[in-house]
């Protein structure tokens, strides 16, 4: 907190500057793991095409759709490949690849099932480490994305303390806290998860808004490539849309208008 004049106290030290060591910046091979829970099928406030309300799980598929063309208009030589989550990880597309039709083509096979209860995610951080060696023997770098969306059970793992081979994202799409739920407490161990398991920077993105727009928003920021990323704590994107308008201090006395007495 900064300190209030007068109070003897002193303003708390800004943060140093963010400086990016040089290096070379690798390709990516990006596991995204969908929860297909129940609760993802939550319907949002946004409307289809066909003017019925979207789901989570329909948002998701258009949000990882886009990050996909983004990051490839990037750089082509990102790779992609999907798994989901119910009550443990399984594959959904082993393959990593960069075609989008191939992408497209595991997002049109995402599924629901039934309740799953709580989910633990120790398999899939076992799938993403052994796929994360693989990456490196091919000098790139492999970053695990998971979008969990359940507001009423906790995920566990288990997972060795100095073991760091991947990135590791997080978007949470929950409902809003009630008696009924714990978000907060899900979003609690989803943050010590990334702090135990990334290598570099993860980031955890959350909302409890049910609309795709924010979805978009937050997937985008993943689009931050993890050898590039500064600390969350420092995360400013992206900037408001706001038209700034000049202040009455800042016209310049030549050009400011007269103002008639009468």
Known sequence: MEG????GSTASPAPPPYTLPPSRILSEDILFCIDVDAESTVELKTTGADGRPLTRLDS?????????????SISPDHRFAFSTLSKSAS???KEFSSDLESVNAALRGLSVTTPSGQADLTLLFRMAAHEAKKSRAQNRIFRLVLVYCRSSTLPRHQWPVNQKLFTFDVIYLHDKPSPDNCPQEVYDVLVDAVEQVSEYEGYILESGQALSRVLFRLICMLLSHPQQRCSQDYLDIPKPLVRKTPSVDSVPADEAVPISSQ
């Not at 209030?4 to 109070?7: L, P």
């Open 4 to 7: 209030v004049e007068g109070d």
């Open 60 to 72: 998701i598929k258009q949000g990882v759709l886009l990050f996909a063309h983004s990051k490839l």
């Open 91 to 93: 594959w959904l597309r």
